[in-house]
C-alpha cells in the first residue's frame, strides 16, 4: 500500500463542479490501495477577495487577525471536499490547521511549519481520506498563522515530510512544469523531469507553477516530487534530486519576473564596509536584495552602486536610504519599470557559448541590458519591462526550446 500527499490548488477547486472532480481523482487513488491526504488551497479568487474585505476597514489591518481571516478560505474547501468525497460514498474528514495541530513559528503571514501530530491521520488514513488546509498552522501560543502565498504547496511538502509518505502529487491547471509561461508563449512546451535545482531556480525567478520554498524543501529531504494537472490524463512533470539532470541540454527553461525595481546609489564614498552599511537596514526591514553590481570610479574614491529588489518595497527602500546617515554619496536613481530576464538549465556548466548566445539575442531584438546576474545553472538579466515578452520568446527560441 502506498501513502500519497495529493495537493490541488486553487483553480483545481475553484467550482462546486471541479471540487466535485477532485473527489472522483481521489476516489480512482482510493481504489488502487492507496492511503491519501489531501491538502487543498482557498478556491480561486477567495484569498483576494478576503484580502480586498480586510483592506475595506483599514490598510494597515492587524496581522494577527489578517491571518485569521485568510486561513479561513482553505478551511471552506477543506469542508466540501470531504462533504464531496462522502456524497460518494468515500469516507473522508477534514482537520482544521488546529486539531492536527500543525505547529508553526514566525511571524504572522511569514510563518514556516515545524512539525505535526502524525498519530490521529496516520490512523484515520488507513479507512478513509484526510483533507487538511494549506497555508497555514498554529503557533505556540495558540495563533493561527499562515506561510505565506502558495504557502498550500510547502505545506503539501511538509506533509510529506513529517508523514514520511511515498510521493507529493501537486495538481494544477496546467499539464505540468513548462519551459515558459504557456499562456504567454503558446509555443512552450512541457518538461518531462526536471532535477530540484532547476526547479527552484525557476520557482524563485517567476515560474509560478510551484512555490519556491517548498521545492527547496524537497530537496534538502528528497522527496520526489510530480506536478500534473486536474483536467486531463496526461503525465505531468516530475522533480528529482540530481542523478536526473539532464547534462544534454544546455537550457531547460526561460522565467521571468514583472515586479522588480532596480536602485542605483551614485557617488558612494568608497571604504571598507560600505556595502555592508547600504544594505544593513535593508535586511532588517526584511527586504530581499537581488542582484548587486558597483562600478569604481576612475579616481577609485567613489563607486555607484546598483541593486534590484521587488517593486512593492521601492518606496520604502529609498526612505531607509535617504534617512541611512552612514553612507555618504552624490544622489540616488531608481527605475520600477523593469523586468528580471531569465534562463536556466544544469547543462549551462558544461556548454559554452550561453553567455553569448543570450546576450547576441538580446542585442538583435534591440534589448539594453541594465544588470547582470549569474550561477552555476541561471543567468538573468534585468531589462525595460515593455521589452519582457518580446526578450522571453528570443531566448525561448534561440535555445531550441520552441
Known sequence: ????????????????????????????ERDLGNEIIVVVSAMAGKTNELIKLSSSITNNFNKRELDVLLSSGEQVTCALLAGALNQIKIDAKSWLNWQIPILTEGDHS????????????????????????GFQGVSKSGDITTIGRGGSDATAVAVAKIFDTDSCEIYTDVDGVFSTDPKKIPVAKKI??????????????????????????????????????????????????????DYTKSVTGVAYSKDESKVTLIGVEDKPGVAANIFEPLNKAQINVDMVIQNISSDQKTTDITFTI??????????????????????????????????VGAGMVSTP??????????????????????????????????????????????????
Do not use: C, W
Not at 484515520?124 to 484526510?130: F, L, Q
Open 110 to 133: 511569514n510563518a514556516r511549519i515545524i512539525n505535526m501530530n502524525i498519530n490521529n491521520i496516520n490512523n484515520y488514513i488507513k479507512k478513509g481520506v484526510a483533507v487538511i488546509p
Open 310 to 343: 521587488k517593486r512593492d518595497d521601492l518606496l520604502k527602500t529609498i526612505e531607509l536610504l535617504k534617512i541611512n546617515n552612514r553612507i555618504k554619496y552624490k544622489s540616488i536613481s531608481h527605475n520600477d519599470k523593469v523586468a528580471k530576464v531569465s534562463i
Open 192 to 245: 518531462d523531469k526536471i532535477s530540484y535545482d532547476e526547479m527552484l531556480e525557476l520557482s524563485s525567478l517567476g515560474a509560478k507553477v510551484m512555490q519556491s520554498s517548498a521545492v527547496q524543501t524537497a530537496m534538502m529531504y528528497d522527496i520526489p516530487l510530480e506536478v500534473k494537472s486536474t483536467f486531463t490524463d496526461r503525465k505531468g512533470t516530475k522533480i528529482f534530486n540530481q542523478e536526473n539532470i
Open 353 to 402: 557559448g550561453v553567455t553569448y548566445k543570450m546576450f547576441r539575442g538580446l542585442a538583435d531584438e534591440k534589448i539594453n541590458i541594465l544588470a547582470i546576474s549569474t550561477s552555476e545553472i541561471k543567468l538573468s538579466v534585468i531589462i525595460d519591462e515593455e521589452n519582457t515578452l518580446n526578450a522571453v520568446k528570443k531566448l525561448h527560441t534561440i535555445f531550441d526550446l520552441d
Open 1 to 28: 500500500m502506498t501513502k500519497k500527499v495529493l495537493k490541488f490548488g486553487g483553480t483545481s477547486v475553484g467550482t462546486i463542479e471541479r471540487i466535485q472532480h477532485v473527489a472522483k481523482i481521489i476516489g480512482k
